[in-house]
């Protein structure tokens, strides 16, 4: 298996709304990552996580919450999302945070807030 | 702090034809990773090729080849004989070895290929 999976494909949420992205790799990756991407904009890192412990947040409003269960799996829960956070969240992994052979990207989960 | 430029906002190349994408960055690292990534419409990034800061070999995967200039820092992307479905956007995007574990991405380069 050599993908991250990304669910759902598809989310539209409310503003007062809780729902969360989930994230999937087997290929024994130890580092995943969050990245938000605006329409015709580059990805911006939001959170890296190394062997299931957040390593970075790059200054992510708290609206937004990471969470690693297992070094599989990640989850973004969102909580009380306001219009501007709508836009593409990718997820990403790597064999861990000092071989860098490339990142391997999910398909993404397209975000409207409404 | 790291910085990666991408002059070309949008190009288009005839198929079968060759396009070259420009990218330069700025670092004070002296050894790093170079990365070009594809993002058709279905989303994904798909990584295309990898460069290694250390290595003088130019890398090169199939139709695709870089020509890496370290002391001009420039990272351009050749894609030879290209085809319909290289059409996407090309992001350079480039990792330091040392510091943030972040990938620094260009504002990106959208490929059109021309039937």
């Known amino acids: 298996d050599t993908e991250v999976t990304q669910t759902p494909k598809h989310l539209v949420m409310g503003m007062t709304n809780k729902k969360s992205l989930k994230c999937e790799q087997h290929m024994g990756h130890r580092a995943m990552y969050w990245y938000k991407q605006k329409a015709k904009k580059p990805p911006e890192l939001m959170f890296v996580?190394?062997?299931?412990?957040?390593?970075i947040n790059e200054s992510v409003p708290s609206r937004f919450s990471p969470e690693c269960p297992n070094s599989s799996l990640l989850n973004l829960h969102l909580h009380a999302l306001q219009p501007e956070d709508s836009a593409l969240y990718l997820c990403a992994s790597s064999q861990d945070l000092n071989r860098v052979y490339g990142y391997t990207f999910g398909s993404g989960t397209r975000l409207t807030v409404v | 702090a790291q910085t990666v430029t991408q002059s070309q906002p949008e190009m288009s190349v005839q198929e079968a034809e060759t396009v070259t994408l420009s990218c330069t960055y700025d670092t004070s690292e002296n050894n790093y990773y170079l990365f070009w990534y594809k993002q058709p419409p279905s989303r994904q990034m798909i990584l295309v090729i990898r460069q290694e800061a250390y290595k003088q070999q130019n890398a090169t995967e199939n139709r695709f080849s870089v020509n890496f200039q370290k002391a001009a820092k420039s990272f351009s992307l050749k894609i030879s004989d290209s085809q319909l479905g290289d059409t996407a956007m090309y992001f350079c995007?480039?990792?330091?070895?040392?510091?943030?574990?972040?990938?620094?991405f260009g504002t990106g380069t959208r490929l059109t290929v021309i039937p």
């Open positions: 996580y190394s062997y299931e412990k957040l390593s």
């Open positions: 995007a480039f990792r330091g070895e040392t510091g943030a574990n972040n990938l620094f």
